[in-house]
Structure formats: structure tokens, C-alpha cells
């Protein structure tokens, strides 16, 4: 079970907008920033998104991404047949003094 | 440009110990303010935060394995290693070295460690 909640999968088809959540608590989101990672099949996760809305060099601007309480969200728009991969929210947690993810979000591109 | 890359046993047998080495290479473990991390992610599932440490030795770890943890790093080697004790069918996983400095920015390729007998 993940401290951070995240629906499993998601879907769209090309050029759409696609938008994962991923839910925590107080300790957790509610008082850090939140991190994207990208994973493809058999590969290491690649930030994607730090600080809740920051893209590191290289990631395209469709990816963007927002938090409003204890809720964070990765917005994909103008969606493309590679951004199909696993996406995880994570954030630090002041309580379990650690860092902590979500389940993960499958993304399909129909 | 600095790479992390993992070594270890491929099979370890339930109830024994596991120890895994992150090789940093491409500049010195000591630069800049970083912590250094373990995570894990069995197959088909999430992933997990095992634990991190400081240059100053400092560390910190996941309240779920904290018994069974411990990270050490020798800046001489430009290495960190993962001592995970007791081990049972749930960790297997592909393990991961990673290095932080506000986030996790930058991972090894992974190992992947099946308990088995």
C-alpha cells in the first residue's frame, strides 16, 4: 500500500490532454513539493517534474504539473505515442522522515 | 557526466543478507551536497524507498525496513553500499542507487536480487 495515491491507469488518444492525480496528506504533500517520474518498460524512472511544476532540461513543455493542498497533478497535452509509460509521484514525508511514492499510473495512448 | 551503476548478487537465499555497492563515477562522492539513496521496486509494482546517507555519514530509512537496513559509504572507493538483513521472498526486487540533492535526480540502471533458495 503506497503513502501516496495514485489511479493505476490512464488513457487518451493522440493529441489529447491527459491528467494523473496523486494524493497524500498533510505530512506529505500538504508541506513539500512533488516530483514526476517517467518510467519506461525495463528502464530506471526519469524526473520528469520537480517542485510540484518544474521541468528539468530535455523534458518537452506538453508535461506540466500542479499541487493545491494535500493533491498534486501531471497534465500531459498534445499527448504522443511515446509518452505511453508508468508515471509516480513522489514527495518527501515529514512524519515517516522519508521520501515516499505512489502506486504508479500506467499510461496508455490508444 | 556522472553515471551511478549498481553491483551485487544476482540470488540470495531467504534469511541471509544482502549486499549491494553503487559505484559513483564521472566526479567525487564528496562534491556538492548531495544524499545518496536506495530503492527498490519489485516486479510489477511501485517503488520503494529503502534509505539515504550523507556524505557525513549521516542516514536516514524507511521506518518499514529500518531494522533490517543499513548504508554505509566509502568516499575513498567513491561508493555506498546496502546491507539488508533477513531476507525473505519479499525483496525481491530490482534494486536502485540513487542521488539526491533536492529530489532524486539521477539513478542507476537497477539490479535485479531474487530471494530463493
Known amino acids: 500500500q503506497s503513502v501516496l495515491r495514485q489511479p493505476p491507469s490512464a488513457s487518451g488518444t493522440p493529441g489529447q490532454r491527459v491528467t494523473i492525480s496523486c494524493s497524500g496528506t498533510s505530512p506529505n504533500i500538504g508541506r513539500n513539493t512533488v516530483n514526476w517520474y517517467q518510467q519506461l518498460p525495463g528502464t530506471a524512472p526519469k524526473l520528469f517534474i520537480y517542485?510540484?511544476?518544474q521541468r528539468p532540461s530535455g523534458v518537452p513543455d506538453r508535461f506540466s504539473g500542479s499541487k493545491s493542498g494535500t493533491t498534486a497533478s501531471l497534465a500531459i497535452s498534445g499527448l504522443q505515442s511515446e509518452d505511453e509509460a508508468d508515471y509516480y509521484c513522489?514527495?518527501?514525508?515529514?512524519?515517516?522522515?522519508?521520501?515516499?511514492f505512489g502506486g504508479g499510473t500506467k499510461l496508455t495512448v490508444l | 557526466q556522472v553515471q551511478l551503476q549498481e553491483s551485487g548478487p544476482g540470488l540470495v537465499k531467504p534469511s541471509q543478507t544482502l549486499s549491494l555497492t553503487c559505484t559513483v563515477s564521472g566526479d567525487s562522492i564528496n562534491r556538492g551536497n548531495f544524499y545518496w539513496s536506495w530503492i527498490r521496486q519489485p516486479a510489477g509494482k511501485g517503488l520503494e524507498w529503502i534509505g539515504r546517507i550523507y556524505t557525513s555519514g549521516s542516514t536516514n530509512y524507511n521506518p518499514s525496513l529500518k531494522s533490517r537496513v543499513t548504508i554505509s559509504i566509502d568516499t575513498s572507493k567513491n561508493q555506498f553500499s546496502l546491507r539488508l538483513t533477513s531476507l525473505t521472498a519479499a525483496d525481491t526486487a530490482v534494486y536502485f542507487c540513487a542521488r539526491a540533492l533536492y529530489v532524486p535526480d539521477l539513478w542507476g540502471q537497477g539490479t535485479m536480487v531474487t530471494v530463493s533458495s
Open positions: 513522489a514527495t518527501w514525508d515529514d512524519s515517516l522522515d522519508g521520501w515516499v
Open positions: 517542485s510540484s511544476n
